[in-house]
């Protein structure tokens, strides 16, 4: 669906990546404060900014592999250009190894190809030359800053228009002065809001482990972000747990975070590469280990007779569960995948789990006495059994079907040990799939945007 453009007015959309380092900075900081310039200049908003986050194996990711894409409407692009390149450059962490990339796209609808590269962006590895490449061919501007690895985040962010499901953050942001020091939060607020606001949002806190998990806890300008189904429930929670602390304010994004986007493909065995993301359908061929540490590894085999080895962390929780898996069951397995270097070979690292059909345990056990009803006892190899009261003989085992300790079901990480991408639970069947038209539809919620 294209945006609307209207007489002189041109439709821009920004986006950029790869502004901050582990460090300090933070690319939603920086859109915060690109959104803050924009709105003094008067350009209309077609959509919420999006955070959408990338593939989460790429190993150069400074964390949760973010990226940014504003989409606006104006008549002074050039200005604004000028402001983004210089904005850019001076907000960016550079000097700790920051590889920032900006890419400004003009145009009413998104072209196929860029949608393409942007759902590669999610699942795959892609190369900064096929970024540029599609550039050139689509007129799209980029500016590299450091080695400029980030236009690959800034094109890809373009790309996504996260037309079906989404959800929405309202990030809060810290001042400067505050930069570094604890975070102060109140517990109970936050554990009850979780409660009050179930299941409208998601990830605020983890009863489990008494943990609050709306804040990070790194030197960077976020306070605290709630995640949810909708701006006015992500806007009023915040609210809700406001700080003593006094803020820079927040804004809220538009997001793919909550929505599994990453796994959605079943991955082939000629598509089973180092970092990618997908799901697999298999069937479990050797029984699963604990090693040390706790983590669960085991065999599958997809419906091509290929066989991977699959391992679960032990920070997942799935451990339990899968080490209760057998030779035979019918599992999907939404999975990163990793290159287990001693054996030069491909892992597969479980995300989610789903147990689609159990096999049937069948085990030999020692008969049992007709007339005692006691079990027999083994005279030794290939002797038989006797029934110790009365000595009475039998000569085999007899087969019985055990009853298995495990159900069918989805089984997800537990919450402490989520990636952004991962869909919780309750969020199964909650997924938005009507064509979000931005502005069109409905114009963005008034206090989407709020500098304190
Ligand atoms: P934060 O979450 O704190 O914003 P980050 O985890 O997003 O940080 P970045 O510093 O943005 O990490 O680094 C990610 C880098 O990886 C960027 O340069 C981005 O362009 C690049 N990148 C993202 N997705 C892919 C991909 N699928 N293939 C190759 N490179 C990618």
Known sequence: ????????????????????????????????????????????????????????????????????????????????????????????????????????FEGESIPFSLRQFSGRAMNDVVKMEEAEKLAVQLSVQIFKYGQGLGIIGALASIGSLLEGDHTYEAIAYRKNEYLGSPRMLDKSKVSKVDINTYPFTFNCYDKIHDRILIAPHGPDPVFCGIRGEDPQIVISTLHEVMPVEKLEGYMVFRTNQGTGMHLQNELSQNEIRTHRAGYVRCTVTKKPVIIRGGHVMFEVSDFSNNQYPVAVYEPTGLGDVASKLLEGDSIDIGVGVSMNTPHRTNILNVEYLSIL???????????????????????????????????????SKISVTNIRDIQLGMYLPCSKAHRHLTKPLHRFGMEKNYPHVPNIIKPLHSDWFKRF
Not at 32 to 53: A, C, M, N, Q
Not at 84 to 91: G, R, T
Not at 364 to 384: A, D
Request: aromatic share 6%.
């Open 1 to 104: 669906m294209p945006y609307e453009s209207k007489d002189d007015l041109k439709v821009i959309h920004i986006g950029f990546d790869d502004t901050d380092s582990i460090s300090g900075k933070c690319t939603t900081n920086l859109a915060f404060k690109v959104v803050s310039k924009l709105t003094e200049r008067g350009v209309t908003f077609i959509d919420y900014p999006l955070l959408v986050r990338l593939n989460p194996n790429i190993p150069w990711k400074t964390r949760g592999n973010g990226a940014v894409c504003i989409r606006i409407r104006t008549d002074s692009s050039e200005q604004i250009i000028e402001f983004l390149l210089k904005i850019i450059k001076s907000e960016s962490d550079l000097v700790n190894g920051a590889n920032p990339g900006l890419a400004i």
């Open 357 to 395: 059909k159990i096999a049937k345990e069948i085990v030999n056990i020692n008969p049992l006495c007709n007339k005692c009803k006691k079990r027999m006892k083994s005279e030794g190899k290939n002797k038989g059994f006797q029934c110790k009261i009365c000595g009475d003989k039998k000569y």
